[in-house]
């Protein structure tokens, strides 16, 4: 509210101030409401982790009695996490990291229009957002390329990701062409000019594509449940599902399996929201 | 050869296919894994094709199509998983982009914690459909849980998730909205914040208040992110189906026509012929072709209110 309408609001007199407080008042009674219903799971998660299973049982809602850790060491340990999070973390990275390189180097011609056909192979881009699942033939081919149950296989199913390429492609257009004639003039090779100058301005777009990227693989559990079959190359996602087959009723180990999931995704979530949010409404908001 | 347009600038002759080069790693990857897989899913569909390596694959013509569409008990339960897709997506894209609607305007008010409420509700997209499907298991505990004790604070019990199908499924499109309605909320914060305020002013100055603002001012100005948000959510909700594989499983009278494709594809739905790929992969087809009226006529109804307030 700027300084304008205020004032003019105290020259109204009384009832719209009133009705602006209404509103407020209103608006943070839905908002509570709301708030209770995501907090609470978040909140229960952590109650439950605290608990004994004989406590569970008894109260599943009641305040744990006492901190006991022991939950986190027996799901540490049973669920095999350090393992799980290793491989997470793995195909995460890597794949993340060959897509993100790759796609610049076909976003970037394709923002300035470098080569004949690369507005047709930008609205192949598009369309893949609306083709039939590719599950099916997706397997066919991992399956003979020998690829299944391997950790190459699950990485390459996660090297491409058409929406990150249209963001770095809109966001490329922004960049002056004027820097690609001084380069040129200075007698910029072509991937030193990629490289050293237009790296370094697509920095946000790069950061925005690199999380939602990250995202989907981290929280992946269809492609893992698919392709991997050996315990070992598990990834997190894919470790908790088994656990909860096996340990189904042990809710407080559970729970606190699933807690030390939240708090680096939580953690991360803090400092990466602003990417995220950017990337999710680029685009999207103009006309 | 001119492989080049002339604007490219570093190099002329064999120098000039560097940039052609390092674009095929990236453009291979989406052929192989992507596209080409997209489009070989119509191929496969008139094939007998199981996932097993080795085994031949066979054409069968439209035998899986009229197994799907017309055959016995089967096809069925088949269309039912097809009505069920329409009634799934027909009221979380409802609900969800009602309340993101509603959740951006309030928080588009200068409030005091607005920035916490905003992260809070988009708190679940970060978590993945794991965390969401595992923290609401807990939540719907139908002894002791949380909503079940609220529920029998009004008399009423439920097994929820292990219930009747109906109730199951009632759940999955809470916990679908629940979990996604923190992006359409952040679309529509996004939109109404390119709305100049001197716009609000103006109609202000006419005398315009509370809903007559939202009506005249808001609704029409926020056209491209009502559009981005009704596409998003009509094919986005024809296409899910992840909370149930981790709240309900492959139960019968819930099942939706991605899990159905998932299920049959690969080994989940039982029977002894599982890994049946060509059927799942005609499944897709049909799955393709609601997804692609529906987009239609979702588009339409984005194009005729584009030319109503865009003109």
Known sequence: MTTETQTKDLLSGGTQTTTRRRAA???????????????VPSLLVINTSLKTLPEFFKDPIGLASSLNFDNFANAWNLANFPRYLLNTAFYTAVATGIFVLSSI?????????????????????????????ALIPQFQLILNLGLFNTRPGYILLFLVNPIGMIILVNYMKSIPRSLDEAAAVDGAGYFRFVWKIILPLIRPAIATVTVLHAIGIWNEIVMPTIYLTSADKYPITRGLIVFEGVYGSDWPGLAAAVLMLIIPMAALFMFMQRYIISGLTAGSVKG | MQVMKKGYLFGTGRRAALPLLLLVPGVFFYLLIAFGPSLATAFYAFTDATGIKGLPINWVGFENFREFLLRGAASRDNLAALQRTLVFAFFVTTIQFSLGLLLAVV???????????????????????????????LMLLPRGGPVSEVFSLFGAQSEFLGGPPTQAFIWVIIVQVWANVGITMV?????????????????????????????????????????????????GSLQAWQLFLVLTGYKPGTQVLGYLIFAEGFGQAGGASSFRQGFAAAASIVLFILVLILGMVANYIVARREKKYMA
């Open chain 1, 105 to 133: 180097f076909v976003a970037f011609p394709i923002a300035r229009g470098y080569f004949k056909g690369s507005n047709v192979l930008l609205t192949l881009y598009v369309i893949a957002l609306f083709l039939p699942p």
């Open chain 2, 187 to 235: 679309i529509f914060l996004a939109g109404m914040q390119t709305i100049p305020s001197d716009l609000y002013e103006a109609a202000r100055i006419d005398g315009a208040r509370g809903w007559q603002l939202f009506r005249n001012v808001t609704w029409p100005l926020l056209t491209p992110a009502i559009n981005t948000n009704f596409l998003l959510n009509v094919i």
């Open chain 1, 25 to 39: 008042i209103a608006s943070y009674v839905l908002l509570a409401v709301f708030a209770v219903v995501y907090i």
């Open chain 2, 107 to 137: 928080l588009n008010q200068k409030l005091r914690g607005r920035f916490f409420f905003r992260t809070l509700f988009f708190m679940p997209v970060f978590l993945g459909v794991v965390i969401q499907g595992l923290m609401w298991k």
